[in-house]
């Protein structure tokens, strides 16, 4: 079988090729460009970017819900654009905005998503009822949805796009606009599911967030990926066990050079009026850039040392600060 | 294929579920107006002797008013059972993008809402016919008797069909900050230029009103359940309301199909 004939490619559970999606309009707009992707079964994957990176467009042609303008992407070996449906039936959605049908109860809301996807009454009502207790929903089993709080309603949200056992779990964005506490709680969630071999793929802005859960992640930046690995490889290609950022009064170009040349510094930016430095061997570094910086006459504001994180991976990439 | 029937099913099943558990609601707002409306014109106007006649016929207003605000009923349903959810989906509540996902063609989640929206109506009709045979003053009783069993079902039916494909649409096409002129523009004058209140046959003497009504989906609404009902009154072509109804359900259907992809889609 030939995958274009019948839109069935074997292999990973997502797979893109050369993905594209351009917005036309007065200014057309590339929100997605080139994309290559491969997400292997059971892995938690990761789409990490600030906001109109081209994450949930991304999302939104994997799940069928945005046609792309170019390239193919595959969900279950399935053609996205060839066989929405097929694809529709392998996947399950946690969408950024609250979905939830607030004509049903929570108990409804389970069984009736079970029943859409083709599952009989009778296991409808049995997976809806397991699900309730696994997400410890089953005190408001006969609750509106609309009497739910943030909380509840995310976490229904997450149990009623498992209702159908999907190969692959899509959240966008799940984290935005939650509380703290929520926050830690839906990440105990995620990480359960992804130990019992669940195949997810999250986007979110949080880089802590990605950097905790996620084995792999591509950091998109205008709909362009700048970096694809884990975690810790991504934070490796610094090639620095340290960053410090100097902030000061005034132009800090003539700073550059000087930072340079002490020991242990890697490499060093600028970012207006920040220097950032990337150290492999930290000691009597930052004090050597506060005494460089005082004898060239430049006031220093603030000074912070730190190890690297992804947002500096984003920040060496981009050259710039990330915005959230 | 059965697995994309099942889920037509489901989805059906689920409306159901939610007319169910609203069905107070429902029947509130289907039976007031015609129950104010008969109450009033059937029953008030004969009491205190202000007329209304159905024409030189001899035939009584009510009779006139039967089929009408039957039609109007449907169509009334259809629109607000498929459209006002609709907006509120696409506005604030999202459960549209919800929906989507469900494992059939886009085309198939709408034409789910047009088969829901017009079961309501047909309920809405059902509701409706025995208020207006029964709620009049003596002597004021309207003739009705359904004369042509199958003109009288294929015009209900796509009467039906056609009002909810006429929600699906404008719930795909309106902005839904503007919904509140959507009784305004929309309900208000379908209704009153929808021949509910007048054969359309009776508007010769203003040629130009009875020309201009004829884009009003209402007026074959109207006209084919008047053919059905009260054969007596003055009434339109048979095979003039059907093409309309039919072809008309079927064209908006269609339409109304793809304005809702395209409004899901991107």
Request: charged fraction near 15%.
């Amino acid at each position: 079988m030939n995958s274009s004939g019948n839109g069935i490619a074997p292999g990973a559970p997502i797979r893109t090729e050369q993905l594209r999606k351009v917005y036309a309009g007065r200014k057309e707009l590339v929100a997605v460009d080139s994309l290559d992707l491969e997400v292997a079964g059971g892995e938690f994957f990761g789409l990490l970017g600030p906001n109109g990176a081209g994450k949930s467009t991304t999302i939104g042609m994997l799940t069928t819900t945005v046609v792309p303008s170019g390239g193919r992407a595959f969900v279950a070996g399935i053609d996205v654009r060839k066989r929405a449906s097929a694809v529709k039936r392998r996947i399950g959605v946690v969408s950024q905005a609250n979905t939830l049908d607030r004509s049903l109860t929570v108990w409804e809301n389970l069984y009736y998503h079970g029943r859409f996807f083709g599952v009989s009454r009778r296991a409808a009502r049995q997976r809806a009822d397991v699900l309730l207790q696994q997400f410890s929903l089953a005190e408001r089993h006969a609750a509106m949805v609309f009497e739910l709080s943030g909380g509840l309603a995310q976490r229904l949200m997450i149990a009623r796009a498992l209702v159908h056992r999907p190969d692959v779990l899509f959240l966008d964005e799940p984290t935005s606009g939650i509380d703290p506490q929520t926050r830690i709680n839906l990440w105990r969630i995620l990480e359960e599911l992804h130990a019992e071999g669940q195949t997810i793929l999250l986007t979110t802005h949080y880089m802590e967030e990605a950097d905790r859960l996620c084995e792999r992640v591509a950091i998109l930046d205008e709909g362009k990926v700048l970096a694809l690995g884990s975690p810790t490889e991504l934070k490796r290609t610094l090639g620095a066990d340290t960053v410090i950022a100097l902030t000061v009064d005034g132009d800090p170009e003539n700073l550059r050079s000087r930072a340079t040349a002490i020991r242990g510094v890697r490499s060093v930016e600028l970012d207006g009026p920040i220097v950032r430095v990337f150290a492999s061997s930290p000691e009597g570094v930052l004090a050597q850039l506060v005494a460089d910086a005082a004898s060239l006459g430049l006031p220093v504001r603030d000074a912070a040392s730190h190890p690297p994180s992804l947002e500096t991976v984003f920040l060496s990439l981009t050259g710039r600060e990330y915005r959230e | 294929m059965s697995v994309q029937l099942s889920t037509f099913a489901a989805m059906l099943a689920r409306d159901v579920r939610v007319l169910r558990r609203n069905f107070g609601q429902f029947l509130v707002r289907t039976i007031m107006q015609p129950l104010m409306f008969v109450f009033v014109f059937a029953y008030v106007f004969p009491k205190i002797g202000q007329g209304f006649r159905g024409g030189s016929t001899g035939i009584s207003f009510t009779t006139v008013l039967v089929p009408g605000l039957i039609a109007v009923a449907i169509n009334f349903q259809g629109i607000q059972a498929v459209a006002l959810p609709l907006v509120q989906e696409f506005s604030f509540s999202k459960e549209i993008e919800d929906r989507v996902l469900a494992p059939v063609p886009v085309w198939a989640v709408g034409l789910e809402k047009i088969v829901a929206g017009a079961i309501q109506s047909l309920l809405a009709a059902g509701t409706v016919f025995p208020i207006v045979l029964l709620v009049h003053a003596h002597g004021a009783a309207p003739t009705v008797h359904i004369h042509h069993v199958l003109i009288f079902a294929i015009a209900l039916i796509f009467s039906c069909l056609l009002a909810a494909a006429l929600g699906l649409f404008i719930g795909t096409v309106i902005d839904p900050r503007k919904i509140t002129l959507l009784f305004a523009v929309v309900v208000i004058p379908l209704t009153f230029l929808g021949c509910v209140y007048y054969p359309w046959a009776k508007l010769t003497p203003i040629l130009w009103l009875k020309i201009i009504v004829l884009v009003n989906p209402l007026v074959y609404m109207s006209e084919g359940l008047r053919t059905s009902l009260t054969p007596e009154l003055p009434h339109m072509p048979v095979w003039a309301f059907l093409l309309a109804l039919i072809g008309g359900s079927l064209a908006l259907t269609l339409l109304a199909l793809r304005t809702f992809s395209r409004r899901v889609l991107s």
